[in-house]
Structures are given as C-alpha cells and as structure tokens.
C-alpha cells in the first residue's frame, strides 16, 4: 500500500464517510489516527446504494465515480474503516466496469495505527 500510495501505480478509493475521511471526526478505535491516505479518493459507500441497500445501476455507478475523478480503465485498491465497506465499495466498482480491482483488507484500521503511514486531512 504505501508503494501504491508513493508512486500512484493504484488509485486507493476510501468508503467511509467524507467526516471521517476528512479527520473532522474521532476514529471508533484507539490508537488510530484521523483523516485518510494522501491521495485516495473519497467515495462513501453510502452513495453507491438506494434506500432499499441495493446497487444502483451499472451507469449510474460509472457517473458518480467519474466524477470523484476515478479512471475505471486503471488499477484500484478499495479502503474503508476496517475492510467490510470497502468490498461494497469494490462491489460497485465492478459493476460500473473496472476490472483490476483490489481490497485493501487492513483498511484505516491498520494505516491510521501506523506512525509510519503518511496521513493527510481536509
């Protein structure tokens, strides 16, 4: 992860909400910082389901990541808080049409506890 994050060989999409991706809320963890990986996209999960918890559509999954600036045609890795979010998140990429998709399963929980890990806040 931190080669992808350095040399942007992956895009890293996070899942949680824009509050905690931000650092404008506490992390449910001890020890775990705020804020996300410098350079990740923001695209809560949230966004990617109807009320009823189902997917949207294939093309209205391929809007809403065009427009947070993600190239379905390169690699991505997939974060949340813990690795269970982000798999919507990888769910929906799918379907939207990316193909070279990964799951980063140590998520936050595992970057944000790392002193070592490069953190950036909005």
Request: aromatic share 6%; proline share 7%; with cysteine.
């Amino acid at each position: 992860m931190l080669k992808a994050q350095k040399d942007r060989s992956a895009q890293i999409v996070d899942a949680r909400g824009t509050p905690r991706f931000a650092g404008k809320e506490e992390e449910p963890r001890a020890g775990v910082r705020r804020g996300h990986i410098p350079g990740s996209f923001n695209v809560p999960y949230t966004n990617l389901t109807r009320p009823d918890g189902t997917l949207k559509s294939a093309e209205e999954l391929r809007t809403i990541f065009q427009a947070c600036g993600i190239d379905l045609g390169r690699p991505i890795v997939t974060t949340c808080g813990s690795g269970v979010t982000a798999a919507i998140e990888m769910l929906a990429l799918r379907v939207a049409g990316a193909n070279d998709v990964a799951l980063y399963d140590g998520s936050w929980a595992e970057w944000g506890a790392r002193p070592e890990a490069p953190v950036e806040m909005d």
